[in-house]
């Protein structure tokens, strides 16, 4: 796999809002985004030692559940909940540079419906009958 261009964490920087919470590091996106050509090259060669040692930090792949309520029947009961996983904006970056490689090298079916942005599974559906 190629070397991660700093062009690469731009980009990605750019497609992640702010405001959002933060995962178990604490470390909020407006810091990646903040930071200068000096940060930037710090983050590369952060996301360069995990290409090539094939080995993720413990600590990325922390994540806080948070339970919010679906405001319908029973509040102790547990099926009336959703789980939101907030995760560390720097796995969320990471995650983004190599989802943006596969994409690219990768051709994808113009019949694939799920998990394509911009298609829904009911499409297919309605296409069917």
């Known amino acids: 796999m190629q070397n991660i261009r700093i062009v690469e964490v731009k980009e990605a920087l750019k497609r992640m809002k702010i405001g959002k919470a933060c995962g178990p590091d604490e470390i ?3 810091v990646w ?3 200068v050509e000096i940060g ?3 983050l590369i060669k952060l996301f360069k030692k995990v290409l090539k040692s094939k080995r993720m930090s413990m600590d ?6 948070v339970p919010i309520f679906k405001n319908k029947e029973d509040i102790q009961s547990c099926s009336n ?3 939101i996983k907030l995760m560390s904006h720097t796995i ?3 995650e983004r540079i190599i989802d943006n490689r596969l994409r690219r090298e990768t051709t994808i079916s113009e019949n694939q419906f799920g998990f394509m942005h911009g298609r829904s599974t009911m499409e297919v559906i309605f296409l069917v009958r």
Do not use: C, D, F, N
């Open 28 to 30: 909020p996106i407006e």
């Open 33 to 35: 985004k903040l930071l």
């Open 40 to 42: 930037l090259t710090w």
């Open 60 to 65: 990325w792949r922390r994540s806080t559940l």
């Open 81 to 83: 909940y959703w789980g």
């Open 92 to 94: 969320k970056l990471w």
